[in-house]
């Protein structure tokens, strides 16, 4: 409940932590959400958290450096 920063996966869980606003990382290589855009359109709308996402281990990792 104190949380600001997020890590998640593609699916449902990436959508509960959108909804917290924050930051949230999103770990997806493929999808549909990928497709239409969704993680730049939709997904920060839910909260107006910013939307980080990451389609490789190494971007995930660089990015928790950098922001976590």
Do not use: C
């Not at 924050?22 to 959400?33: H, P």
């Amino acid at each position: 409940a104190n949380s600001d920063r997020f890590i998640s996966v593609h699916g449902g869980g990436a959508v509960l932590a959108s909804y917290f606003g924050g930051i949230n990382t999103i770990y997806s290589v493929k999808g549909i959400e990928l497709h239409f855009n969704e993680f730049e359109t939709i997904f920060p709308k839910l909260s107006d958290a910013m939307i980080i996402h990451v389609d490789s281990y190494e971007k995930l990792l660089n990015n928790i450096q950098e922001w976590y």
